[in-house]
Nanobody, 117 residues
Framework: QVQLVESGGGLVQAGGSLRLSCTTS????????MAWHRQAPGKQRELVAH???????VDADSVKDRFTISRDNAKNTVYLQMNILKPEDPGVYFC???????????WGQGTQVTVSS
């Protein structure tokens, strides 16, 4: 079992920034990829960004040039730096990992992001 602990959500004005963190209970190299998803009220969960074990990143078109996913291998932590937050960015942000050997996926409990206009 893998535990994921997210933090960093909160209330921010439009145009502001937040950094989300997700710390895992297992060595980060055991994951094929790590990702951030978000879910707004009444909407489906969507992929925001992911980073592979090799360090390649993919961002959703809606967050390109504003959000950056990164990781700290020593801290077993993946980050999502969110800049120029917009009114369409709020929601619960979830950390998600895919374990390399088992193929299992794990989810964090989510952290709330609210953007005021």
């Amino acid at each position: 079992q893998v535990q994921l602990v997210e933090s960093g959500g909160g209330l921010v004005q439009a145009g502001g920034s937040l950094r989300l963190s997700c710390t895992t209970s297992r060595n980060i190299f055991s994951f094929r990829y790590m990702a951030w998803h978000r879910q707004a009220p009444g909407k489906q969960r969507e992929l925001v960004a992911h980073i592979t074990s090799g360090g390649s990143t993919v961002d959703a078109d809606s967050v390109k040039d504003r959000f950056t996913i990164s990781r700290d291998n020593a801290k077993n932590t993946v980050y999502l730096q969110m800049n120029i937050l917009k009114p369409e960015d709020p929601g619960v942000y979830f950390c998600n990992v895919l374990e390399g050997l088992s193929g299992r996926t794990y989810w964090g409990q989510g952290t709330q992001v609210t953007v005021s206009s």
